[in-house]
């Protein structure tokens, strides 16, 4: 059954696509070596104001997969809407797509999720969003991870991030959570994160490095609009860090109103990702 906390899951996937689109301009880019103060287009990938990637395009493939399920989850079902949008460009901005990890184009066109040491891509926690508010086990988290990112590692920070939203869902202070983590190799930096300065944080697209930032720039910062801005301004893999810090800031801190307007109004495509995630209000 579809959980009762609808409206803050409608928050947190907002609060990822706008961190999504925030950094599309400037992924692959070196920290220091340009400034994010605002939502802007082009840059990297040569795209319009607002536009997000294959990170929002397959949070929203998932959420039709539970709307349409009710709730539960179809691993199969998720796949076919993965594939829909990989092959057919199905929930994309305009209809095709323009960003996609090595990993996960393999994975979907195999049928089968990758699960070598070097298979450790942040393609899988970029997407795992929405099974924070639905009744799910692990099990089930660890099989939409592998539907693409197989190994051990990868659905290790998919479990643990979603632990971080479902305990702050509780009523619980993220700080708290993250201080009293029982992690596994390689994670045991998150419950210190916060005690570490910005040149001891990476932002490339490996998991761990990935889960760390996100939890660093949401620990460190006092706004969710602060917060993305310094996922994106750490460089390299700027729309997924921002992205899935954008999730877990406002999942766990913020509220709707929290969420910058003027960022919200140049989304594009807001009629898909309506129909994708309205019905969770």
Known sequence: MINKRNTKLHTALYGAIIGDALGVPYEFR???????????????????????????????????????????????????????WLIDGSFTPFGEVFDVGNTTRRALFSGKGENSERSNGNGSLMRILPLAFVDCTEEEIRAVSAITHAHKISEDACVIYLQLINECLQGKQLADVVHGLALPAPFQRLSVLDQLSEPEIRSTGYVVDTLEAAVWCTLTTNSFRECVLKAVNLG???????????????????????????????????????????WMQ
Not at 39 to 52: E, F, I, R, S
């Open 236 to 278: 390299d893999d700027t729309d997924t860090v921002a992205s899935i810090a954008g999730g877990l800031a406002a999942a766990t801190l913020y509220d709707f109103p929290d969420l910058p307007e003027e960022w919200m109004s140049v989304l594009q495509n807001r009629e898909l990702i309506e129909e994708c995630v309205g």
């Open 30 to 84: 070196e920290r220091g070596s340009f400034r994010c103060e605002d939502m802007v287009g082009y840059g990297t990938h040569d795209q319009p104001v607002g536009t997000w990637s294959d990170d929002t395009s397959m949070l929203l493939a998932t959420c039709k997969s539970l709307e349409e399920n009710n709730g539960r989850i179809d691993v199969e079902d998720i796949r076919y809407k993965f594939n829909r």
